[in-house]
């Protein structure tokens, strides 16, 4: 999987359009404290689809990642990221050289937008494209300064969860409590047809 570019407007402190390119191996950003760094991280797992305002270290509001103004500049009502991957070894199950993942969200508007290659799609299709590939929102392709300290102090259950999600177990475990929950929901089901037949014998 290759990453070749970030484009940011309006998210966090990327008030205007901003493109991050990446075209070797290895890529480090610096910077000084407080300059966006860790809000590039925050943007890739944003566009993944992560729900938790928290974990993206804002308030109470997803409309925190929204620019919020400065000094030197007003607020804007829209943030948009999008992610732009090589495509074309097929690391995506999908036909495109180029897979371009795209998340919005306007200041008006407590729902986000999604977009696969320029296409509005819902929230699960980005989920489903991305679950195989390893670089789920849950997964670990993306380790943040406060992952670290938490690998370390964690439980040996927490420890084992973080093991079954690198092993690929994770997926299975979560796919089997999708289709147990739909076998819940099919027995009830059954068992109410049941009660109505005996009601009209
Ligand atoms: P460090 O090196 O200290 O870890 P960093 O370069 O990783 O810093 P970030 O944490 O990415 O910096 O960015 C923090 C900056 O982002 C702060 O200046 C904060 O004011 C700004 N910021 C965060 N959310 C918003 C927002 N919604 N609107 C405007 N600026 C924001």
Redesign the pocket.
């Known amino acids: 999987m290759f990453l070749k570019r970030i484009e940011l407007q309006g998210f966090?402190?990327f008030?205007d359009k901003s493109i991050i390119t990446f075209d070797s191996d290895v890529t480090g950003i610096v910077?000084?404290?407080?300059?966006?760094?860790?809000?590039?991280?925050?943007a890739i797992r944003w566009v993944l689809g992560e729900q938790s305002v928290k974990s993206l270290?804002?308030g109470n509001s997803m409309s925190?990642?929204?620019?919020?103004?400065?000094a030197q500049r007003k607020?804007v009502n829209l943030a948009e990221v999008t992610l732009v991957f090589d495509n074309t070894k097929r690391f995506f199950d999908i036909a495109y050289d180029e897979v371009e993942i795209t998340r919005r969200l306007r200041r008006q508007n407590s729902e986000a937008e999604y977009l696969i290659n320029k296409t509005p799609c819902r929230l699960k299709d980005i989920t489903d494209l991305v679950m195989d590939t390893g670089l789920g929102r849950d997964s670990l392709s993306i380790i943040t300064?406060g992952n670290i300290s938490s690998f370390a102090e964690a439980k040996p259950e927490e420890r084992r969860a973080l093991f079954e999600e690198a092993a690929g177990v994770a997926k299975y475990k979560k796919r089997k409590n999708v289709s147990l929950h739909k076998l819940k929901n099919t027995q009830d089901n059954l068992a109410r047809l049941e009660d109505i037949i005996l009601e009209l014998e």
């Open positions: 966090k402190s008030a910077g000084p404290n407080g300059c966006g760094k860790s809000n590039i991280n925050d270290r804002g925190d990642i929204i620019f919020s103004g400065s607020a300064q």
